[in-house]
């Protein structure tokens, strides 16, 4: 079974702070994805990798930034936490094409104070 | 640009119901996917299912089936007999096949009671 594991389940953290959220997938995933949910905006994409070193812009990137130095680990970055980034952020990844489902970790919660 | 539109925000049936959950797509791709994902109160998205554009077969999986009609842009899912431990939001997401990234629904969330 593919495995996403996010290093942190719950976060708080302070207004201004410098924020990394890591995610590890074991089964060698060409594409990793960052997510943000809130209740009844559903998932939204905020960044995306296709490949090591290579990333897009999802549809809400702006006060986010991204990493990817390893095939296995994606790290999504805010640079200055704000009060409005306070949500569950869930990391993705899937093999290159073919229609492969996404397989998700199992979220952090940040809250920012 | 793609579009996933799940209209029911939540439903509440009592054990044994029968539901669907409904999803409406958006693309001017020929060639998409389509998927059902499970998000069960723990938090963790379970991918259930996957359909392509060109398959228009339906499917059942136990207690679930699934009814794709490209005629009307729908791909919705069906639960036989539902149960406490279907519980969950459930989302419907779109891939299409020029694109690497998913385009999810807003959700619906399955309240069952006994």
């Known amino acids: 079974d593919v495995k996403v594991t996010q290093s942190s389940r719950y976060l708080v953290k302070r207004t201004g702070e410098k924020v990394f959220l890591e995610c590890v997938q074991d089964m060698d995933h060409e594409n990793m994805f960052w997510y943000r949910q809130d209740p009844g905006l559903g998932l939204r994409l905020i960044y995306f990798s296709y490949d090591v070193k290579m990333k897009e812009k999802g549809d809400i990137p702006e006060g986010y930034s991204v990493s990817r130095e390893k095939k296995e680990r994606f790290s999504l970055i805010l640079e200055s936490a704000s009060t409005n980034q306070t949500s569950m952020y869930l990391c993705a990844s899937r093999r290159q094409g073919g229609g492969s489902p996404l397989h998700f970790g199992n979220g952090t919660r940040l809250t920012v104070t | 640009a793609q579009k996933v539109t799940q209209a029911q925000t939540e439903i509440s049936v009592v054990e044994k119901e029968d539901v669907t959950l409904d999803c409406v797509y958006e693309t001017r791709d020929t060639t998409y996917y389509l998927f059902w994902y499970k998000q069960p109160p723990s938090g963790e998205l379970v991918f259930l299912i996957r359909?392509?554009?060109?398959?228009?077969q339906n499917e059942i999986s136990g207690r679930y089936s699934w009814n794709f009609q490209k005629s009307t842009s729908s791909f919705n899912f069906t639960i036989t007999a539902s149960q406490v431990v279907d519980s969950a939001v459930y989302f419907c997401a779109l891939l299409t096949g020029t694109a690497s990234k998913l385009t999810f629904g807003t959700g619906t969330r399955l309240q069952v009671t006994l």
């Open positions: 359909r392509n554009s060109f398959d228009e």
